[in-house]
């Protein structure tokens, strides 16, 4: 997505450490014409593939994950994250490792709005080593309902879990996709 | 906003304590046809009022405040919880008591972000003692910008937030007046 790449360019901050800060229009502050460009993007490339529901995890996922879903005309989703692995039997559970803060965390999702019949678009902001998404993926799994791929703002690519879950043959589209950010510079995969 | 009465008698569940179930609809499971029309009934109400950001804390009334800002045409920004009160000098932050689970903990939003030139319209999915609400209207006081009003999905009025927020002198519309969930049966205020 062309405008996705202008934004980073223009917009987005290099930090040291691989840190792409994009709070001034994606994930803080949200510039909401643009949201919505993204949600029509997010439609044309899964416009055919019978989608049910749009899943997310919270927090900075939901309003991309909203705004796709208004599109597709669909129910939006999303899991919300437990600090404890005390969950009850009401809700589909798995646990996720993040790499940013070197914790786990579990997520969760109840069990009445996952449905076996669902086929399912795993929408999120980012994707750098892809834990969240497969959280997501397994949540779905539990569920058994179908997973038809995933929609991210932002793939890091040089962190290598959009690879790895295209590999493990699932679908994922990314609005840009970026190769490295060495030396301070954004490289874009063609 | 007659809509969402029907959705909160057809859909919501009461249970004891006081608590207003909508995860089907409202904060987990998000209608997004609904949604598109609560941010046109909240966009009709403050239309004429020069909002220059929807302000909102996440992660339930992301979506609402996205819809909204959409339909603005103005950008959305959320404050952030974090557990602890260790903050930078990057950001303004104000310490909310849950009266939920009865605990503090701190939000922040980026200076950045919310400016002294701002008008901003404040966005939650529910007010019951106005605890989270006071936290936003703080943050903007902080930051110098004016508060036009606050846009709320379901007022529990039976916890007074939101009638000692009008008696402050602040703008409260809430698409939907609980007064009253006596008995299993809701009643709101006409």
Request: aromatic share 6%; hydrophobic share 45%.
């Amino acid at each position: 997505m062309q405008l996705m790449e202008e934004k980073i360019r223009t917009e987005g901050k290099i930090l040291p450490g691989g840190i792409l800060k994009v709070g001034s229009f994606l994930n803080q502050q949200i510039d909401t014409g643009f949201l919505r460009a993204m949600g029509r993007e997010i439609a044309r490339l899964y416009g055919g593939s019978g989608i049910t529901k749009v899943l997310t995890i919270e927090a900075s996922g939901i309003a991309i994950a909203a705004a796709a879903a208004m599109e597709l005309g669909v129910p939006m989703l999303f899991a919300k994250k437990h600090k404890t692995s005390n969950v009850d039997g009401t809700v589909y559970s798995t646990v996720v490792h993040s790499f940013t803060h070197g914790t786990d965390y579990t997520v969760v999702v109840s069990r009445d709005y996952l449905l076996p019949g669902d086929t399912v678009l795993l929408v999120d902001d980012f994707l750098a080593n892809g834990a969240a998404l497969r959280g997501l993926v397994e949540l779905s799994r539990q569920a058994g309902a179908t997973v038809a791929g995933a929609a991210i703002a932002i793939e890091k690519a040089f962190q290598g879990g959009g690879d790895a879950l295209r590999a493990a043959g699932i679908r994922v589209e990314s609005l840009a996709v970026i190769e490295s950010m060495d030396g301070g510079t954004v490289t874009f995969r063609r």
